[in-house]
């Protein structure tokens, strides 16, 4: 016990060292575990640098328009896409990491979001949705297609009883596996200091989707792919249904632009969407906020009218196993941002104030440190349809009905008749594509209520 609270105080940490002396019996253990697993020197190298003695941010190189492969444009590019994709999924060349440790705080679900029911018909999980995507086309490509989530303390345990409860969602429970992210402490805005939720809990949450590279590291999941030859990781977040996992055409672009890590855009829908756009900086891809951007950047057109910043990204990316091993050894430094943040904490005075500073790491700002990318377009109704708040924009209404009306113009483009509104869920184990429902939907086919198609006896 005296060592870890002298390495607390060498940490500059002498308040929780305190706490730490001040308590006994189980209560401190339980706390003393916590502080023990804690990676002291970056949380010190965090509160020194973003809290303690910040300097102002540094400011952004000169923002410019990305330069972006319009596949949605182009089918002869889409075609040797998808052809270079297929082939290194047949080439067992690809593994799919779904994104699923955040904590889901604007939809406020009592779960973990990959739980959330979003079938339009069928009330399907979002993880049920995904694992369907997987075993589809791990069936039509007879590839391995590995398929790793990544969860978070919070949310881990959840997540693995819900997937054994459905039984891996009929994949072989072998082929699917999880790790755990990294978890940062909140510390106090004027101090540093580090707080804690209960007087035997640290206030922790996960240190962002960026923390991928250290968690795929630590749990030896970027060693197993080495192992197996895969050299494509796509990774994509757990709250677009519409996401094809391993999505051939992604993969094609991806590696035709010999790429070490690639983005996934739609057209923004207007100048306001809150929705980080992909851009140069400084030279470099990068990812700009929607709160970075300048207003007269968010608002400039080009000469056919059309924004010049448009390029907004899904967050799906595609990384090259090799790259995302150098970020996970150290090799590449990924940088943190600071977020103030209203944390529970065990001497709260103001219930409402933001009384923290939480750390978080964001995995697109390894696109400037890549030596070469790819940002990539794809049609927004085809594959980009969040859920991420509860009513309004993005949220499960606005989701089941991209989904209805993907299914509806599948079915129309093969000849049915679907009227407007229809609800209309394809399981993707049916079809992940329209040309997949060619010769295997009847023309005739009348729609006058909820229509389901199941996967394949
Ligand atoms: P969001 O940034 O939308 O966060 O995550 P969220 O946790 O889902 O929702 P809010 O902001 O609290 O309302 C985008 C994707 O990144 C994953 C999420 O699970 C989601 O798939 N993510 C986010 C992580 O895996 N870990 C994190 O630490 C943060």
């Not at 706390?31 to 990676?39: P, R, S, T």
């Not at 790429?259 to 891809?285: C, D, N």
């Not at 009218?305 to 150290?330: E, K, N, P, Q």
């Not at 869920?425 to 009847?442: M, N, W």
Request: hydrophobic residues 45%; charged residues 20%; proline residues 7%.
């Amino acid at each position: 016990m005296s060592e870890l609270t002298d390495q607390l105080e060498a940490a500059g940490q002498q308040r929780l060292a305190a706490s730490v002396q001040a308590l006994s019996g189980e209560v401190q253990n339980r706390l003393a575990m916590q502080c023990a697993a804690l990676d002291l020197p970056l949380v010190t190298r965090l509160v020194q640098t973003m809290v303690r003695d910040r300097q102002p941010d540094a400011q952004h190189g000169e923002i410019r328009p990305a330069v972006v492969d319009r596949l949605a444009d182009h089918p002869d590019g889409r075609a040797e896409a998808r052809a270079v994709g297929e082939q290194a999924l047949r080439d067992n060349r690809v593994a799919v990491v779904l994104l699923a440790g955040g904590q889901g705080t604007r939809l406020g679900f009592d779960a973990p979001k990959g739980m959330f029911p979003i079938g339009p018909v069928t009330m399907h999980s979002l993880f049920a949705i995904h694992a369907a995507g997987v075993g589809a086309t791990r069936r039509d490509y007879g590839c391995d297609l590995p398929f790793w989530l990544m969860t978070s303390p919070g949310n881990d345990a959840d997540t693995v009883a819900f997937f054994e409860k459905h039984a891996m969602f009929g994949l072989d429970p072998r082929t699917v596996g999880t790790f755990v992210q990294g978890t940062l402490p909140a510390v106090d805005p004027a101090t540093g200091d580090i707080l804690r939720a209960a007087p035997d809990q640290l206030a922790l949450s996960p240190d962002g989707h960026g923390g991928i590279f250290r968690a795929m590291g630590h749990a030896a999941v970027l060693g197993d792919l080495e192992e197996r030859g895969i050299d494509v990781i796509m990774t994509m977040q757990v709250d677009n249904p519409l996401m094809r996992p391993a999505d051939p055409e992604l993969i094609g672009a991806h590696l035709m632009a010999q790429a070490e890590m690639s983005t996934l855009v739609v057209a923004k829908t207007s100048p306001e969407e809150r929705m980080g756009v992909m851009a140069t900086v400084g030279g470099r891809t990068a990812l700009v906020e929607y709160t970075d951007l300048p207003k007269q950047l968010e608002e400039a057109r080009d000469a056919d009218g059309g924004l010049t910043y448009w390029a907004g990204s899904t967050g799906v990316h595609c990384l090259d196993r090799s790259f995302a091993m150098r970020i996970a050894s150290g090799q590449i430094d990924l940088p943190f941002h600071r977020a103030e943040k209203k944390v529970a904490t065990v001497d709260d005075s103001d219930p409402q104030a933001p009384n923290a500073i939480k750390f978080e790491a964001f995995m697109f700002d390894a696109l400037p440190l890549a030596a070469r990318t790819a940002t990539v377009e794809m049609a927004r109704a085809e594959r980009f349809a969040p859920v991420k708040n509860a009513e309004g924009p993005d949220s499960p209404d606005t989701c089941r009905a991209a989904m209805c009306a993907r299914a509806g113009r599948w079915l129309a483009a093969n000849g049915v008749t679907v009227p407007d509104g229809a609800v209309v869920e394809i399981d993707p184990r049916f079809a992940q594509d329209p040309a997949d429902l060619h010769g295997r939907v009847p023309t005739d086919l009348v729609i006058d209520g909820p229509v389901y198609f199941p996967p394949p006896a």
